[in-house]
């Protein structure tokens, strides 16, 4: 299962929402995620419009995987039981071949903002093409700062002071800052 390399980011939601908007309007796709751990049922939006509070990690940590998928496909939850005797439910790359995975961190309100990053999984060439084309989109409306891409918002919290970092408990000192 060849894996492209990860593509990380900062973002809000409304920075990226339109550049897959824009994907979408020439690839018949849709967003797939399994919300909660105790129920087989999926969660699938046919567009990133759809999602409820999209890129917002209320945590701090990964809020949600989202696979993104050409339409009708629709992937099986691996059930395994827990210590409580209750099914616990996964959904992961190793489940889903040929996908494009979405790992959802993004604004941690109050608290800063987190990277999200991309990825494909698998060799499909449709999907190979969504993702390039998300990359390229990226890449035109982002900002490069120091190694990271850089939504419109993202560039906006940076300019003025607010925390953008890999970890919430890391040391301001590690955090993206303009100058270093």
Known sequence: MPSRRPFSFYATGPDLAPVLARVEAGADIHYVDLTDRLSPDLSVHRSVTEIPD???????????????????????PKVAPHMDGRPRYSLTPQQVPEAIVLDEHGLCPGKGLLPSRIYLVGDNADLMRIYRAILKAVRSDFEPVRGWWLGPQAFEMLTAGERLTAFLAAPRANDLTPDR
Do not use: A, D, M
């Open 54 to 76: 999209f890129l917002t990690s209320p945590t701090g940590v990964l809020n949600r995987q989202f696979y993104i998928l050409p339409s009708g496909v629709i992937p099986q």
